[in-house]
T-cell receptor
Framework: DQQVKQNSPSLSVQEGRISILNCDYTNSMFDYFLWYKKYPAEGPTFLISISSIKDKNEDGRFTVFLNKSAKHLSLHIVPSQPGDSAVYFCAASHTGNQFYFGTGTSLTVIP | EPEVTQTPSHQVTQMGQEVILRCVPISNHLYFYWYRQILGQKVEFLVSFYNNEISEKSEIFDDQFSVERPDGSNFTLKIRSTKLEDSAMYFC?????????????FGPGTRLTVT
């Protein structure tokens, strides 16, 4: 069951540059998407969400883009900071109860 | 800032034993969830709970699992007879419509090791 995929297990970016994290999904019924950030030994922390009626949502340095036809979403972090180094998970849901998570992308921001 | 807490942080148990993982959700939250993450794998939904009953559960959440809200603050996950493959991090989460129904706040997790 791979309804949500994050194909890049890791990403390294220089401080100040843009980080782009990608996520693909297979279930066209998904209508709500979230991004979480996770540090070691902590639970996931909610970052930003988007519903299927939008194609973009922005919150400070974080922007999520949704391409429904391609079943693809991405998280942009601009500018990237060393404190952004963490594992990022995307998650998708149809009912709002059961969220399907991707396997995560480990982001390293190099000072 | 309010946060979800979980106890214990690490639980070691023998195969076949019962374990209870405890969570204290954020106090004004109404929806509660359990997830698990097997080492190196993705976070997997187990169950959601609202108004004192299960609202949705995954195929992982079989008869060996149960959830309970025994009082106004705790939310527990019981595994009746643990198996080796139950070894994982278990995360509790909570949410409420006033902060965005789908914005789930996670606890730090309980690492369950079944030997």
């Amino acid at each position: 069951d791979q309804q949500v995929k994050q194909n890049s297990p890791s990403l390294s970016v220089q401080e100040g540059r843009i980080s782009i994290l990608n996520c693909d999904y297979t279930n066209s019924m998904f209508d709500y998407f979230l991004w979480y950030k996770k540090y070691p030994a902590e639970g996931p922390t909610f970052l930003i969400s988007i519903s299927s009626i939008k194609d973009k949502n922005e919150d400070g340095r974080f922007t999520v883009f949704l391409n429904k036809s391609a079943k693809h979403l991405s998280l942009h972090i601009v500018p990237s900071q060393p404190g952004d180094s963490a594992v990022y998970f995307c998650a998708a849901s149809h009912t709002g109860n059961q969220f399907y998570f991707g396997t995560g992308t480990s982001l390293t921001v190099i000072p | 800032e309010p946060e979800v807490t979980q106890t214990p942080s690490h639980q070691v148990t023998q195969m076949g034993q019962e374990v209870i993982l405890r969570c204290v959700p954020i106090s004004n939250h109404l929806y509660f969830y359990w997830y698990r993450q097997i080492l190196g794998q993705k976070v997997e939904f187990l169950v959601s709970f609202y108004n004192n009953e299960i609202s949705e559960k995954s195929e992982i959440f079989d008869d060996q699992f149960s959830v309970e809200r025994p009082d106004g603050s705790n939310f527990t996950l019981k595994i009746r007879s643990t198996k080796l493959e139950d070894s994982a991090m278990y995360f509790c989460a909570s949410s409420t419509p006033s902060t965005g129904l789908y914005e789930q706040y996670f606890g730090p997790g309980t690492r369950l090791t079944v030997t």
